[in-house]
């Protein structure tokens, strides 16, 4: 792992992006987009090329998968990736624990696909051995699907486990690792998957435009007539791109050269060893100075990923709205929760930041508590009792 330095934010950000993506990107992935690319150029064409050979690399899938590139958001690689490879007579597992799978099974609704689901709330992981029992009960499902780290809650899934026992029952899964791919290790030749989702935005370090899939080659050649859209077809987009070198229609260039600078400082990073490494290290200081201020997490440490932490809101006085007023002002954006249950927030340990910057988050925290007329440490919201308190 090189030494990691993190710049400031350049005059027209407005401040760290502490929020699962988009992230603070690096001075010089933003100069990437700086020049132009023709789409159908050669030049271009070896730009995408190598982006898909790298995305594949970092999860050690070269020699059994195929990286199929996508316009748009993550959501739109979801929905493509469940299209494509879920048949209209397939039936899929969603395995639920926040709002990424709720938003599974809302794609489903649209893609008029059969899905059952295990929902465990806002902060359980899904247990391995009911996942094994659903399977048992129902050789009708085909398909599972499970995001790898739910940033609702900030929960890391037991992604390890659950592949095994989907790989005992004989049946396909699909692992939505929008937040997770680069910084949380992926080895496709010991961990069994068919389909493994992600974004440049997130810990990439690149900038939003597009989203990839890293799809079994022999799966996906079997996908052709699956997909319900003409453009969310990767059958369709990974043929061509194999055929032409080039995307169907017309990419996110700009985008695309931003990734690809990004790849490059991944690598003088560490890989995703060494990216790792940095967003631990930014979970941690943080959560040690969150807790220290009276602040509460939702999940027990067991389950805490190093994408992002949520914390219970303190009662009021506090009002999230001025808390994130005050932050911003002092250079933080964080984000707010998407509980169903209680009032939550939540803080991105992931992009362009580094202890110091974590560091400094704490004492913003603490002068905008003071700001807003809250006493330090912050006490616990009434409704919550001792045992639903995750930390010691």
Same mark, same amino acid.
């Given at each position: 792992?090189?030494?990691?330095?993190?710049?400031?934010?350049?005059?027209?950000?407005?401040?760290?992006?502490?929020?699962?993506?988009?992230?603070?990107?690096?001075?010089?992935?933003?100069?990437?987009?700086?020049?132009?690319?023709?789409?159908?150029?050669?030049?271009?064409?070896?730009?995408?090329?190598?982006?898909?050979?790298?995305?594949?690399?970092?999860?050690?899938?070269?020699?059994?998968?195929?990286?199929?590139?996508?316009?748009?958001?993550?959501?739109?690689?979801?929905?493509?990736?469940?299209?494509?490879?879920?048949?209209?007579?397939?039936?899929?597992?969603?395995?639920?624990?926040?709002?990424?799978?709720?938003?599974?099974?809302?794609?489903?609704?649209?893609?008029?696909?059969?899905?059952?689901?295990?929902?465990?709330?806002?902060?359980?992981?899904?247990?391995?051995?009911?996942?094994?029992?659903?399977?048992?009960?129902?050789?009708?499902?085909?398909?599972?699907?499970?995001?790898?780290?739910?940033?609702?809650?900030?929960?890391?899934?037991?992604?390890?486990?659950?592949?095994?026992?989907?790989?005992?029952?004989?049946?396909?899964?699909?692992?939505?690792?929008?937040?997770?791919?680069?910084?949380?290790?992926?080895?496709? &030749?010991? =961990?069994? #998957?068919?389909? $493994?989702?992600?974004?440049?935005?997130?810990?990439?370090?690149? *900038?939003?435009? +597009?989203?990839?899939?890293?799809?079994?080659?022999?799966?996906?050649?079997?996908?052709?007539?699956?997909?319900?859209?003409?453009?969310?077809?990767?059958?369709?987009?990974?043929?061509?791109?194999?055929?032409?070198?080039?995307?169907?229609?017309?990419?996110?260039?700009?985008?695309?050269?931003?990734?690809?600078?990004?790849?490059?400082?991944?690598?003088?990073?560490?890989?995703?060893?060494?990216?790792?490494?940095?967003?631990?290290?930014?979970?941690?200081?943080?959560?040690?100075?969150? &807790?220290? =201020?009276? #602040?509460?997490? $939702?999940?027990?440490?067991?389950?805490?990923?190093?994408?992002? *932490?949520?914390? +219970?809101?303190?009662?009021?006085?506090?009002?999230?709205?001025?808390?994130?007023?005050a932050l911003k002002q002092r250079g933080f954006i964080i984000y707010p929760g998407k509980l169903t249950a209680v009032d939550s927030f939540r803080i991105g340990c992931i992009g362009q930041v580094a202890a110091a910057q974590m560091q400094q988050l704490v004492s913003a925290v603490a002068e905008a508590c003071q700001e807003l007329g809250l006493s330090l440490p912050v006490p616990l919201p009434a409704h919550l009792t001792s045992s639903?308190?995750?930390?010691?």
């Amino acid at each position: 792992m090189s030494d990691h330095s993190i710049s400031a934010p350049s005059p027209r950000q407005t401040g760290y992006l502490l929020t699962p993506g988009p992230i603070t990107t690096t001075l010089s992935v933003k100069q990437a987009m700086l020049t132009d690319w023709g789409s159908w150029d050669n030049d271009f064409n070896l730009l995408t090329a190598s982006i898909r050979q790298q995305l594949l690399a970092l999860a050690h899938a070269e020699a059994e998968f195929s990286c199929v590139l996508l316009q748009g958001s993550g959501t739109y690689a979801v929905e493509a990736t469940l299209a494509t490879l879920v048949p209209r007579s397939g039936k899929l597992l969603i395995l639920m624990n926040g709002a990424y799978g709720q938003r599974m099974a809302k794609i489903c609704d649209y893609l008029g696909r059969d899905y059952v689901s295990l929902d465990m709330g806002d902060y359980l992981p899904p247990e391995p051995a009911e996942v094994a029992r659903l399977l048992a009960a129902d050789p009708a499902i085909s398909h599972v699907a499970v995001v790898h780290c739910e940033t609702s809650s900030g929960i890391l899934n037991p992604v390890e486990a659950i592949a095994k026992v989907v790989k005992t029952a004989g049946r396909s899964l699909i692992i939505d690792s929008m937040s997770g791919f680069g910084a949380l290790p992926v080895d496709a &030749r010991s =961990l069994p #998957f068919d389909a $493994l989702i992600s974004s440049a935005n997130k810990c990439l370090e690149g *900038v939003p435009g +597009f989203a990839f899939s890293l799809i079994r080659t022999g799966v996906l050649q079997q996908c052709a007539g699956n997909a319900h859209s003409l453009s969310l077809d990767l059958f369709d987009q990974w043929q061509y791109m194999e055929r032409t070198g080039q995307w169907r229609y017309t990419p996110p260039t700009h985008t695309v050269a931003a990734l690809a600078q990004a790849l490059q400082e991944h690598t003088a990073e560490g890989g995703v060893a060494g990216r790792l490494a940095r967003y631990r290290q930014n979970r941690d200081v943080m959560l040690a100075g969150m &807790r220290q =201020l009276g #602040f509460r997490t $939702l999940l027990e440490d067991d389950w805490l990923s190093p994408i992002i *932490v949520t914390f +219970f809101c303190p009662p009021p006085p506090f009002d999230f709205k001025a808390f994130y007023a005050a932050l911003k002002q002092r250079g933080f954006i964080i984000y707010p929760g998407k509980l169903t249950a209680v009032d939550s927030f939540r803080i991105g340990c992931i992009g362009q930041v580094a202890a110091a910057q974590m560091q400094q988050l704490v004492s913003a925290v603490a002068e905008a508590c003071q700001e807003l007329g809250l006493s330090l440490p912050v006490p616990l919201p009434a409704h919550l009792t001792s045992s639903t308190v995750a930390q010691a």
